[in-house]
């Protein structure tokens, strides 16, 4: 009995946190505008936005799989090597034959995907290996696959047919193809997440794996599913991020990893899994692309990306601790009066 | 009392199979490089097979103390490149060659210090997060301080520390300072306090908490250390390869932590000991040793210590719950 006013208040708290910390990761993207704006005015207009669009399009589609791994608790540091992987097979396959179509590219990106995010996942869910050595291995493994199948040559852009350059510079209403791939991607899993049962099984798992098993989920299932996920949307932004380049090569998007945990830490996501939104990760991404966009634009040599980026994870996930714990804090004294 | 004992018993027996085990691999791979070699089979032909690879077993040695408390350390390999780059650079800039090598080695404590403040005084940052954030962030100071540059004309005093032997027995320098390494952490990991309570925060990080083991600064300990290791391993990886560059060392981090587990230090914590992981690093120079001979290309290579690493965790996972299930079976019967 007592619990459950508590538990009313909980939920306000809950519906609260959000709004808060995506209307500061807003007014941080349009701070951080006008001054890289002030220091370079080309950084404002449409044409650089639409690019930052397209340059962002797959670490848009990536940081939902991601976000799915970590919520229940887990990490996927697989996915740029499966996305390189994918990319290479498909590069290899429209060198081949130049008359698939754009969309049979796009489906086999995602099956292939799916196909080896399930490797993954069985090893995580039913091997029970603790998931980051389980995906620093498959890191390592996809990518060493991706060097054999190749034979460490690179597809280049002549080798292509424009119809498959044609998802990412093919423009419908003034808008890239791919940024229709992002936005499908994004209403399906806001659907997915927010309004199914599996999708909500996912977070039940990651708040509390035991009580998830005994009230009935199939953990295990779950586990391997959001690593199909991430592998399957992994294939989906291979496919994408060897159109827009117009190139597969050996170590495409390596390193690409931190890029995608950085996108998910500052959308909000925990690391200990049982938090993340479908929004938060959309503010999360397009903020790290504005600023890979904006450091050559301000003439910060590239060389500083790398480090900037362990920056952002380390101070957007102290961030998230704190926020969670001034949460609880207040919960707290709600219950006290 | 007698249950202690049973326990601590039945503990050595697993180590000491999973130990044979490890002898009987090496043994057997040592059969197939003799075959695939004539030049294996001989004293100086073992030292010299041994020396290459032992840069990364100083790292082992402390990584294995990181996976026995339950946490992991993927910034390994980042801080060997940054501790190697500022070593260089501060010898390019007229550091005298001994001052620049403990530059390297402050440096990686330093960097590992950081790390283990962050996820022993902030509950609930993870060591996964950390060290992945660390990983980006020190190999990119790394290449902010150098650029795609390299730096190389150390002094020709520095390259005996990877190449040079002690005296004339053919014995290399890098395997005296190894083993000297290798003792230290069995005694201290075994033979002390410290050790049992490093196991104990492994096992059960919450009652070694409150039986008075002081877990915050034990950890920052472990991790000041591994961050000290990766300068060590910078030091004789710089000496090596005779030239300083922000992308050496790229994926040590899989082989260090494939070696550890390989070694029988279990990832998810409070497992493993020294000696197997000493059997392990020469097991897996031989793999290695042998993948060379018949030209396995280093991508290649990585999948295949990829695959052993799960393999690994995999196979006594699979094991043990199939025990689990047979027991389940015989009880409802």
Redesign the interface.
Known sequence: MTNEPAKTKKEVAFSRLPGFRELGIIIFIILISVLIGIRNPRFLTWGNFHDILLDTAALFVLSVGMMLVLVTGGIDLSMESVLALTGMVAGMMVKQNPQLSPLFMLLLGLILGALLGSITGLIVAKGRVVPIIATLSMMYIYRGITFIISGGKWINAYEMPDSFKGIATERFLGLSKLIYIVLVVYLVFYYFVNHTRIGREIYAVGSNKEAARIIGINTQFITWLVYVISGALSGLAGVMWVARYASAQNDTASGFVMTIVAACVLGGVSITGGVGTIPGILLGSITVGIINNALPMIRVSPFWKMALQGLIILVAAIVNIAITRNMEKSQLKRRVI | MEHQKSFSKRKLSITFKWEWLLVILIIGISVVNGRLSSHFWSYTGIMDALSVFLEKGFMVLSMALVLIIGD?D?SVASIVALSSVSMAMSYKAGVPMAVAILIALATGAGCGYFNGL?ISR?P???A???T??????????A??LL??QAIGGFPSWYSYLAWGYIGRTHIPFIIVVFVGCAIIYGLLLHRTAWGRKVYAMGINPVAARFSGVPVAKIKQIIFALNGLMAGVAAIFLTSKLGSSRPNIAT?Y??EV??IA?LGGVS??GGKGGIVGVCLALILMRLLRYGMGLVNV?G??M??I???V??GV??FP??FS?LKVRKREVKEIQ
């Open positions: 992991i993927i962050l902030i609930g940052l993870s996964i997060i950390v992945l954030a660390g990983s980006s962030l020190y190999r990119g100071i290449y902010i650029g795609d994926g981090e899989l932590i494939a587990v990832p998810s290309p991508q290649v990585m999948v210590i990829g695959i690493l799960i965790v995999v996972n699979v719950s």
